[in-house]
């Protein structure tokens, strides 16, 4: 493998499986280490990778939801659950309006 | 969700709680803002009540389930029409000149986060699950429906459109650093 393809071959696993050099396929990665050991380029492009991506990681780690949202589901679920109820009694009623006299 | 089936609402209440922060954080890297998420949250939620019989133990885990129905919630959120004139209103830059390191973070991550917010879709849910969860590609797969080598695509191209950006604001962040 020339340097260049060496270049694209490193770049192709690095956006395929990111910074974490242990998810990269088995059989790529001792040439891809020699290769990032010999090129300072390399290095540079794995360690803005890893930057990259824990800025994509860590972003929202704060973000709460509403104290308010759990009891605005429950709320919201308890009227569904009404009207679920209301409409099974109506198909009720409607079977029983159907049904043959006895 | 076996209890929720029997119409249990205690195991109902169970599953928003332990649930709720978790998919509050993925609808909030979805979709732009926090009022946006808190709507879609509350009607993902809705549909586990209202489709609870269509859930089964042996189609998907629970969680894989969960995060399908926020997610396409979230899409279907996205697609609706809206005011863009509204939601293309920026916050006021803050024009304080100070570029110490901090200021240096803050507008790399100000660029990668306005460059993710771009990339189409599917490469946004797939990036939120994938760092925001912690799922596997495999599991990102699941959740939206593909073959793991499609989501492990989605988060390849969507690196690679990130790694652009980011490496370019790194430079141009650097530079105004450096002049001052």
């Known amino acids: ?102 | 969700m076996l209890r929720v089936q029997q119409e249990d609402v205690e195991a109902y209440r169970e599953i928003t709680r332990r649930y709720l922060k978790r998919i509050y954080a993925v609808a909030r890297r979805i979709l732009p803002h926090d009022y946006d998420a808190d709507d879609v949250v509350q009607d993902a939620f809705l549909r586990v009540w209202s489709h609870r019989d269509s859930w089964s133990p042996g189609a998907a885990r629970f969680t894989t389930w969960l995060h399908r129905i926020v997610i396409n919630r979230c899409i279907d959120y996205r697609r609706r029409p809206v005011d863009t004139s509204l939601e293309e209103t920026e916050e006021p830059a803050d024009e304080r000149p100070d570029f110490d390191q901090a200021i240096f973070q803050k507008q790399l991550h100000e660029a990668l986060n306005s460059a993710r917010k771009r990339l189409p879709p599917g490469q946004q849910v797939a990036l939120a699950l994938y760092y925001n969860q912690g799922l596997t590609g495999a599991e990102v797969g699941a959740v939206m429906g593909l073959s793991q080598s499609a989501a492990e695509g989605l988060l390849k191209r969507a690196r690679q459109q990130l790694r652009s950006v980011f490496a370019k604001s790194a430079i141009r962040a650097r530079d105004a650093f450096d002049d001052h």
């Not at chain 1, 270049?7 to 395929?16: G, T, W």
């Not at chain 1, 990665?29 to 090129?39: D, E, H, K, N, T």
């Not at chain 1, 930057?51 to 709460?64: I, Q």
Request: with cysteine.
């Open chain 1, 1 to 102: 493998m020339t340097i260049e393809e060496m270049r694209l071959a490193f770049d192709d696993l690095l956006c395929s499986h990111g910074g974490n050099l242990r998810t990269w396929p088995d059989d790529m990665r001792p040439a891809l280490l020699r290769y990032l050991r010999q090129s300072f380029d390399a290095r540079r492009r794995l360690m803005e990778m890893r930057r990259m991506e824990s800025m994509l990681g860590d972003d929202l780690d704060d973000a709460e939801p509403p104290v308010d949202l759990e009891d605005r589901i429950m709320g919201a679920m308890f009227d569904l659950m009404a009207r679920e109820k209301s409409t099974r009694a109506k198909q009720k009623m409607q079977v029983d309006f159907t049904a043959p006299l006895k």
